[in-house]
């Protein structure tokens, strides 16, 4: 149980191309969504957290106006990384929880390539 | 101090041997405690959840967790070189729920 769906795994694009990530919680309702960004060698850095049908809660320093994040239904969350250049590149993870105190499970994540 | 500490490593042990891992907290109001395997270039995987002081055994993993000293830990018995990976501890951050990692402990298990 408590399988996400993340997809596509991999995306190679030019600079100045918009990319969505799709997170898809299979076999249970995910009241929030997550979104980490992972550099090499480094920990996990949360992005944002994201209620359905409310507005996403950024860290600080996230741009919201470049991460885009809609949380349309308890089972879908999606991030759009507008206008993306190779510092973007990065793996990103998504990850979902039922409710408060409960874990996250997480994606498998989606490697991203800005050449 | 860092929210979630835990010790770099690496945390070399034959294959066979039991495998611990610390970690402590800052937070004394934690409410939920959990230990993530990342393997590289993956995502991470949760392998125990733990909410009470005591031990919490799944297979060949038991967590431990004391409030009192703000401490967790994972044993891993029967170390196999598959156990090798990066062990996350995390802990629920009240009251914005968010999870805080600790930056992980490189486990090499040797054949």
């Known amino acids: 149980g408590a399988v996400v769906s993340q997809h596509p795994s991999w995306v190679i694009c030019k600079s100045g191309t918009s990319v969505k990530i799709e997170c898809r919680s299979l076999?249970?309702?995910?009241?929030?969504m997550f979104w980490y960004r992972q550099f090499p060698k480094q920990s996990l850095m949360l992005m944002a957290t994201?209620?359905?049908?409310?507005?996403?809660?950024?860290e600080q320093g996230v741009e919201k106006d470049k991460f885009l994040i809609n949380h349309a239904s308890l089972t879908l969350s999606t991030l759009t990384v507008t206008s993306a250049h190779p510092e973007d590149s990065s793996f990103y993870i998504c990850?979902?929880?039922?409710?408060?105190?409960?874990?996250?499970?997480f994606g498998d994540g989606t490697r991203l390539s800005i050449l | 101090q860092k929210e979630v500490e835990q010790n770099s490593g690496p945390l070399s042990v034959p294959e066979g041997a039991i495998a611990s891992l610390n970690c402590t907290y800052s937070d004394r109001g934690s409410q939920s405690f959990f230990w993530y395997r990342q393997y590289s270039g993956k995502s991470p995987e949760l392998i125990m959840s733990i909410y009470s002081n005591g031990d919490k055994e799944d297979g060949r993993f038991t967590a431990q967790l004391n409030k009192a000293s703000q401490y967790v830990s994972l044993l891993i018995r029967d170390s196999q070189p598959s156990d090798s990976a990066t062990y996350l501890c995390?802990?629920?951050?009240?009251?914005?729920?968010?999870?805080?990692f600790g930056t992980g402990t490189r486990l090499l298990v040797s054949p």
């Open positions: 990850s979902a929880s039922i409710g408060s105190n409960q874990p996250q499970h």
């Open positions: 076999d249970f309702q995910a009241t929030t």
């Open positions: 994201s209620n359905e049908g409310s507005k996403a809660t950024y």
């Open positions: 995390a802990v629920i951050k009240v009251p914005r729920q968010k999870l805080v």
